[in-house]
């Protein structure tokens, strides 16, 4: 069945909805996809795939249902079957008595009739053998010409090279699996940007409320009221542990804090790394190459920016209170790392550390207390986001 | 009667891959948005007025801010010119259609011929905003309440949005548009591109150039890689300033081009230099060393 392709999307991961799946229906009645199956593997993709990070399950799905489908007119007599079928839309929301209504079932069906009538005439006019392709030209936008880039696909022999394109697997890196709830961590982000009409900006916008409300206290006369625009004046310092099982989490930090800057605009952000805990130096990137001497942030960056740290805050004691206690082996630590942390979290007012160890288990970890009688520590969750962006608003 | 627009070929000024130019026809036909995704550079801005241009179309230009709010697209009414007038006189403050100014998407639905609508970085406003836009872009018209005007499309404007972050946009919304992701361009297609804009370059200089970047393009842990931008600007610099091409793999000349923040730049320093690839690279820059 044809709308096991469909189902299996969705068995996959792929958020694709029936709406998309009758849009797609709806693309191949018009002729859309035929010049060859790679054309459709780039008309299907481009209507039910919404985020080149679900491209990857895509082809895995593609490449095993199709591995036995070579022509074309395989995949419009598939989809002409499922229409004619008897229940041709399967149960699920939305209704589909409301997807029925939207699309005329019985005009695609006979549409897709069309469809293969024309490419039989087509085949017989050109006397081609075995496989044949509507709109090498033509109506068809897929062509099978085109210049440059991406992966080229198209052409006679190509009934299978979409296949194996596929099976090529080349977005696997697009993926985003290690991240979950990315929207819920953005909608907390993006709390932060509320902070940015506090005080410095120029107040020229229009205050209508205000403008209205003194006009009439002026009993009509004119009196128009500016006030500061929205504009986003918020610095930021993301620290994050690396040591272990905390690089995942930095590198989803550090992902999650670039996507919101994109979106809020940040005035600055800063990115810095540090090994359990941090010392005389912290470093400018995860792999620890580029020493920033942490004396050297308290010159360079006000009390202004907003400090995150993300981190277990889990290690041995001796790392966190005595001096020397680093466990870098190129290091010598003459403050301990609890009294490098004090002075952060003084030169720092707003700031919080975010633990992925859940709260509960706390109090089981030696060095989470101590360090939490520093900095205010929330969970890395959405929630506990949530909590700590509401603790960086205020002092 | 609507017209039909023709077929996107693509133009002389601007590359277009194969599926790109089908997916754009698609999204014509089917008379749905086109939400175009990619890195920052890959041409994504570019592409709508590559689509105006093709199809002899005027092209109409939103760019969304943060603070861009759904309802500026379609209509503004000017409340501040309204009150100076009624304080000051000089015009009929009781015809309100003077007061009211069409937006970016107002304008196109009003436009006699099809245009291109482009609404450039949409991820850029509130979470909400493409939602906010989802009926008006599916009924194609709008009610202004103070005028009781109906501004209905004559033509269905061709849409094409685009999209920087790595951030979602709502479901509902993308359920009704077209996607297409912009891959990065391999080598070959970066040729083409760079022939656009700088026909008369050396290859040799170019075909150094084009590895360096790629190489650079691969390091771990930069910040912003370097974009197609940054080295059309980067090949003209290295042409203008007579690099010899065999300088460029073992001083990477101008890198200050390529290569934005102070943090990226020392990275780029030392990553290279781990790999062995210059004895003679200069010593790190930008960065604090014990
Ligand atoms: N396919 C292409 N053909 C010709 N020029 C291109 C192409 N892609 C990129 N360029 C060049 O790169 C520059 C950047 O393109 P453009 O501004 O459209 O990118 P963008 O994807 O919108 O980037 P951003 O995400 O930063 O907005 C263009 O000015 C153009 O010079
Ligand atoms: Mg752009």
Redesign the interface.
């Known amino acids: 069945m044809f709308i096991d392709f469909y189902y299996r999307l969705k068995q996959e991961g792929v958020p694709v909805s029936l709406t998309e799946w009758m849009t797609l229906m709806d693309a191949l009645a018009r002729g859309f996809a035929f010049s060859s199956l790679s054309a459709f593997y780039f008309l299907a993709r481009a209507i039910l795939v919404k985020s080149e990070t679900n491209f990857d399950r895509y082809d895995l799905v593609f490449s095993r249902y199709f591995k036995g489908i070579e022509t074309p007119e395989d995949i419009l007599a598939a989809a002409l079957a499922w229409l004619k079928s008897e229940k041709p839309l399967p149960a699920a929301p939305p209704t589909p008595a409301a997807l029925l209504a939207q699309y005329n079932v019985e005009e695609l069906r006979k549409l897709l009739a069309e469809r293969i009538e024309e490419q039989k005439k087509e085949a017989v006019k050109e006397k081609r053998g075995g496989p044949f392709w509507i709109g090498t030209g033509g109506t068809s936008p897929f062509g099978e010409s085109g210049s440059g880039g991406g992966v080229r696909l198209g052409g006679e022999s190509n009934s299978m090279s979409a296949v194996k394109v596929a099976a090529e697997r080349r977005y696997l890196d697009l993926r985003d699996d290690s991240i979950t709830g990315v929207r819920q961590f953005e909608m907390a982000l993006r709390a932060l940007r509320q902070l940015s009409t506090k005080n410095e900006a120029p107040m020229d916008e229009l205050d209508l409320d205000g403008t209205i409300d003194a006009t009439s206290r002026k009993a009509g006369m004119l009196n128009i009221v500016w006030k500061r625009p929205r504009r986003n004046r918020m610095k930021v310092i993301l620290l994050m542990d690396t040591s272990g099982s905390m690089l995942k989490f930095a590198q989803i930090s550090r992902r999650l804090f670039t996507a919101v800057n994109r979106t809020t605009h940040f005035k600055d952000l800063r990115f810095y790394y540090f090994y359990n805990c941090v010392y005389d130096r912290v470093y400018a990137n995860a792999n620890h190459t580029q020493p920033v001497n942490t004396e050297h942030l308290f010159k360079t960056l006000n009390p202004e920016y907003r400090l995150i740290i993300t981190g277990d805050a889990t290690m041995n004691e001796h790392e966190l209170l005595r001096p020397g206690g680093t466990i870098s082996w190129n290091e010598n630590n003459e403050l301990s790392g609890l009294d490098w942390l004090k002075r952060l979290a003084k030169m720092y007012p707003h700031a919080a550390w975010l633990n992925p160890v859940p709260a509960a288990n706390w109090t089981h970890y030696e060095t989470i207390p101590p360090i939490r009688e520093v900095f205010p520590m929330f969970e890395l969750t959405p929630a506990g986001l949530e909590k700590a962006i509401q603790k960086l608003k205020t002092r | 009667m609507t017209t039909k627009p023709g077929?996107y070929k693509?133009t002389g000024d601007y590359?277009?891959?194969?599926?790109?130019?089908?997916?754009v026809?698609?999204?014509v036909?089917?008379g749905?948005p086109l939400?175009i995704?990619g890195e920052p550079g890959t041409g994504k801005t570019l592409l709508a007025k590559s689509i105006a241009d093709s199809l002899g179309l005027q092209l109409i230009i939103w760019n969304i801010k943060?603070?861009t709010k759904a309802q500026e697209g379609l209509y503004v009414y000017d409340?501040?010119q309204r009150?100076?007038d009624?304080?000051f006189g000089g015009c009929d403050v009781a015809d309100i259609k003077q007061y009211i100014k069409l937006g970016k998407l107002g304008e196109a639905f009003a436009a006699d011929k099809p245009v291109v609508l482009l609404i450039d970085e949409i991820?850029?406003?509130d979470?909400e905003f493409p939602n906010d836009l989802l009926w008006e872009l599916d009924i194609m018209n709008f009610y202004i309440p103070e005028t009781k005007e109906t501004i209905a499309a004559q033509n269905r404007p061709i849409v094409i949005i685009t999209s920087?972050?790595?951030?979602?946009?709502p479901?509902a919304f993308?359920?009704r548009?077209?996607?297409?992701?912009i891959?990065f361009?391999?080598k070959?297609?970066m040729r083409?591109i760079i022939a656009v804009h700088h026909p008369d370059l050396d290859q040799i200089l170019l075909g150094q150039a084009l590895e360096m970047f790629y190489t650079l393009r691969a390091l771990?842990?930069l910040?912003k890689r370097p974009s197609t931008s940054e080295l059309l600007d980067w090949v003209q610099a290295l042409a203008l300033g007579g690099v010899k091409p065999d300088k460029i793999a073992t001083a990477i000349p101008l890198l200050g081009v390529l290569i934005k923040k102070d943090?990226d730049f020392?990275?780029v320093l030392?990553q290279l230099h781990?790999k062995g690839s210059g004895d003679k690279a200069p010593t790190?820059y930008g960065?604090?060393?014990?």
């Open positions: 077929e693509g590359i277009a891959s194969a599926d790109l130019q089908n997916i026809n698609v999204a036909a089917l749905r939400l995704k943060s603070t409340t501040v009150l100076y009624s304080q991820d850029k406003a979470l920087n972050a790595e951030k979602e946009l479901d993308l359920r548009c077209i996607f297409h992701y891959e361009p391999d070959a297609m083409q771990n842990d910040q943090q020392a990275t030392d781990q790190p960065v604090h060393n014990r």
